[in-house]
């Protein structure tokens, strides 16, 4: 699971910093969440190819977290591409797109798919054999959903000596993995167990920006292997947090202490502090596994 | 008069170019010329100050020229702007302004005005008692107009010597560089050339970016200044300006020729070609005054 950082700052995008984006490979898919002004140059910078962006998730539809997605569309029509796109994001998000292209009298060389949404319950939004994504309901000035991204539980792992000492054929070794026995030529039944290991956990992954503290999104995000949660402000400025809707450092740990995260990822922050270092101090006094988002930053979990 | 450059690339905005945007400098105005993604960015990298744009003149609704416009409103208001906007382009400008602002459940801190045009004939968009700025209806695959900024002659310079020699009051100073004349408590009647120097001349710069080969814009660029003109190809690919309605170098050159204009500046280059060179090599086969526009460029006029 490879997390891409393309801009983690707040409100403005800054010759040095860039409004929220970040790419999630998992399983070899590669997700798109959010799409600040700027994104595709972001995405260019760092080397991650147009063609494997297949879905985008759109938390919301304030402009640092989605003004770059027509540009995004815009260029992808320009550059010929014929696989299909898929946009997840609030009602609203086709309408605006579908107006800008008609303005500019373009249209897309593919077929894009808008998946609107309006729910204040979660839901599954994308679930193929490997993933499945659910949306997380947040609290902020506008309708906004984090996304919970989960892996599927993948194959057994084949035991080789097991199954070569048993002599078993190739040909049995995918119905091993799926987790069935086998019946030997002598009649003797070998329990899977003794041919196989578990397979690799299945990782998850939580987006959660932009939204004020609430507790009602840890049913969802509860045992998530990552979490990336903003934290606009640090305490000092907590008295902001409910007028613009956003969390303190210590209060996303505090979400990620009680969800039981395996990391804590911090970012969306404001472009008013010269340093986001004292954003891991203040999370590190609640919750011990905090790793700071950065533009341009790659995680591996 | 000044011109910067902050972006003057044809189509998809990349790590080393931009899309086309320009702030030109007259008469201590400060205008801005379209505003393609990333414009807001570029503006601050050339530490331009936002508080001195008041007027944007948009030519045309795609999007290297106009989708970095709303992430620039919204800054504006972000910043806590009180002065006046004006927003001069197509009809559409404002529709798609106001629902992105109303998909975000955001609003300006400042009037926001807009001038949307339609008309097929060149008219007067801007006027005040230094500038005036006419459009100039262009041919391209959407509606689109260029811009022609045109100072007023100024004051008549006072000739300091001749008024003290004569003995005048300071109090009758504004009437002569006004071009009155002066008698005398002696009956005499002095003209004014005696009293005056002709004022600095006033300049005009053009802005034609996009369109395709056009002699119809000649009347109203004639002997402009400072021509920005389009050329998107060079000539080798020249087979593409039709169905693209865009330029080429040599065609550029050609109106600045017809036009007699004083310095043609080429833009708006195909992402295609390494390198720009060519652009002005081919351009400089028909008129002699040629400059390269390149992203971040200042020129004073």
Redesign the interface.
Known sequence: MILTILGCYA?????ITNPTSQVLEIKNRMFLIDCG??T??QL??HKLKFSRINHIFIS????DHF??L??LI??FA??GRKTDLHVYG?K??K??TL??LK????WTTYNLYFHELESTESQVVYEDDKVVVTTIPLKH??YTNGYHFQEKSGDRKLNIEAVENYEIDTAYYQKIKSGGDITLDDGRVIPNEELTFDPLPAKSYAFCSDTVYTESILPIINNVDVLYHESTFLQSEEQYCEKTMHCTAQQAATIAKKANAGTLVLGHYSTRYGSIEPFKQEALTVFDNVELADDGKVFEF
């Open positions: 409100a403005t995008p800054r010759t002004e700027g595709q140059v260019r910078k919301h539809l304030h402009g003004y770059g027509i540009g815009s260029t320009l550059l609030p609203g998000v309408e605006v107006l800008q303005l500019s009298n373009s000035r506008v």
